[in-house]
């Protein structure tokens, strides 16, 4: 996961502050799309009303119906997150150090306790093979990485993920409209973040289902690495290579010189050499 690597789509990167809580059950939780920290997905949504064929609005509390849509949307959707490398990847693991997506300083600092936790290495396509296996059958599975871009607080008059059309809403009823309206603008709602976000290089899946229970995916074989933060502790490296003994990981950490990150090449821990 370190040396030699030329792919900037080989491998996908979960930051987290507990990794034995993680590594313990070996599955990784899909959870609530209004959970994250962003403003965006976590507020409850506006939306005005539209109609091609002159509805009347007035028997609808616009508000009301607004804050349902988006309730029911964000309540069925669950969702884990993951940063990508960023290409072109030389090959050269001293040269390619800052465009791995290990080696984020603020996601340490936002979603790793602050360099005290670790970052999971995964395999994208074994992992994309095992969500697809468990949940595709009673499950829209939807992944790709984040686009960022600036919307204007008013929108432009294409723009139409905000507005519910009363037309299709009367004819489809309310459960069928969700389903639509949620199909249709996925990408803006699911796949667009602020560029002030833009060097966290997402990649996530998206998982649209019926109810509103967390989903779990189990992760055997698509994990292939752990890769500590600088104040992680020894006694939680040592816990987690024993918890994890036998899957054929690479272990490294993360250590700070001065302005620059390096890899603890030097700590025969993560040889497997016991000191």
């Given at each position: 996961?370190?040396?030699?690597?030329?792919?900037?789509?080989?491998?996908?990167?979960?930051?987290?502050?507990?990794?034995?809580?993680?590594?313990?059950?070996?599955?990784?939780?899909?959870?609530?799309?209004?959970?994250?920290?962003?403003?965006?997905?976590?507020?409850?949504?506006?939306?005005?009303?539209?109609?091609?064929?002159?509805?009347?609005?007035?028997?609808?509390?616009?508000?009301?119906?607004?804050?349902?849509?988006?309730?029911?949307?964000k309540?069925?959707?669950?969702?884990?997150?993951?940063?990508?490398?960023?290409?072109?990847?030389?090959?050269?693991?001293?040269?390619d150090i800052?465009?791995?997506g290990?080696?984020?300083?603020?996601?340490?600092?936002?979603?790793?306790?602050?360099?005290?936790?670790?970052?999971?290495?995964?395999?994208?396509?074994?992992?994309?093979?095992?969500?697809?296996?468990?949940?595709?059958?009673?499950?829209?599975?939807?992944?790709?990485?984040?686009?960022?871009?600036n919307?204007?607080?008013?929108?432009?008059?294409?723009?139409?993920a905000?507005?519910?059309?009363?037309?299709?809403?009367?004819?489809?009823?309310?459960?069928?409209?969700?389903?639509?309206?949620?199909?249709?603008?996925?990408?803006?709602?699911?796949?667009e973040?602020?560029?002030?976000?833009?060097?966290?290089?997402?990649?996530?899946?998206?998982?649209?289902?019926?109810?509103?229970?967390?989903?779990?995916?189990?992760?055997?074989?698509?994990?292939?690495?752990?890769?500590?933060?600088?104040?992680?502790?020894?006694?939680?490296?040592?816990?987690?290579?024993?918890?994890?003994?036998?899957?054929?990981?690479?272990?490294?950490?993360?250590?700070?010189?001065?302005?620059s990150?390096?890899?603890?090449?030097?700590?025969?821990?993560?040889?497997?050499?016991?000191?």
């Open positions: 996961m370190i040396e030699g690597v030329r792919s900037a789509d080989q491998y996908l990167y979960h930051y987290t502050p507990c990794p034995e809580v993680i590594l313990k059950s070996r599955t990784l939780r899909f959870g609530a799309y209004s959970k994250t920290n962003d403003p965006k997905e976590s507020k409850v949504w506006e939306f005005n009303l539209g109609t091609n064929e002159n509805a009347n609005f007035d028997k609808y509390d616009m508000k009301a119906l607004g804050t349902w849509l988006s309730t029911e949307i309540s069925k959707t669950r969702i884990a997150c993951f940063a990508m490398d960023a290409p072109p990847l030389s090959g050269n693991h001293l040269a800052f465009r791995r290990f080696c984020k300083p603020r996601m340490w600092a936002q979603y790793a306790n602050r360099h005290k936790g670790a970052c999971l290495v995964f395999d994208r396509q074994k992992l994309y093979a095992l969500i697809d296996e468990q949940f595709r059958s009673s499950h829209l599975i939807i992944s790709g990485p984040v686009v960022y871009l919307r204007d607080v008013i929108p432009r008059l294409e723009d139409t905000y507005t519910i059309d009363v037309d299709y809403l009367e004819t489809m009823g309310r459960d069928e409209y969700l389903k639509w309206h949620r199909q249709t603008y996925f990408k803006q709602f699911f796949f973040k602020m560029t002030d976000w833009r060097d966290e290089l997402e990649f996530r899946w998206v998982i649209l289902g019926t109810d509103a229970n967390d989903l779990y995916v189990t992760f055997d074989g698509a994990l292939v690495g752990i890769m500590f933060g600088d104040d992680a502790e020894e006694s939680t490296i040592d816990e987690i290579k024993t918890m994890t003994a036998g899957m054929g990981l690479r272990y490294m950490g993360l250590k700070w010189k001065n302005c990150p390096w890899y603890d090449f030097g700590n025969l821990k993560y040889l497997g050499l016991k000191i």
